[in-house]
């Protein structure tokens, strides 16, 4: 395991597990003798990672939303409201799934508001 300090503005212990996966937390003060490191860039996979979880969230949020929307459609029992806010879910869901998630900073769509 190896520690890294963030700036010494934030005072940020990070440790680098031997699985790759990393910890944080907050300290008092840096250790006596140990110099502020910044991180490293998240690398393409971590960033690829990240995003993928991001969007998979976005995208069940979104399946929660469509299925009593849909159901209602497919019955033949869905308002005009209920159609459109069908329409807008989905259209949702297909931008969503469209993002490119090797973009450090992908542009996430906005859901809709019904």
Do not use: H
């Not at 003798?33 to 979880?53: D, H, K, M, R, S």
């Not at 069908?86 to 469209?98: C, F």
């Amino acid at each position: 395991m190896i520690w890294q300090y963030a700036n010494a503005e934030k005072t940020i212990a990070v440790r680098s597990n031997d699985d790759g996966s990393m910890e944080s937390c907050l300290v008092e003060a840096l250790p006596e003798g140990v110099i502020p490191a910044p991180f490293p860039p998240p690398t393409a996979e971590q960033i690829a990672a990240a995003n993928t979880a991001t969007r998979d969230v976005l995208l069940s949020s979104a399946a929660l939303s469509i299925g009593p929307l849909q159901d209602a459609s497919d019955l033949n029992i869905a308002t005009a409201e209920e159609i459109s806010s069908l329409t807008a879910w989905k259209q949702y869901r297909v931008a969503v799934n469209r993002v490119d998630c090797t973009q450090a900073t992908p542009v996430w769509p906005t859901p809709p508001t019904s």
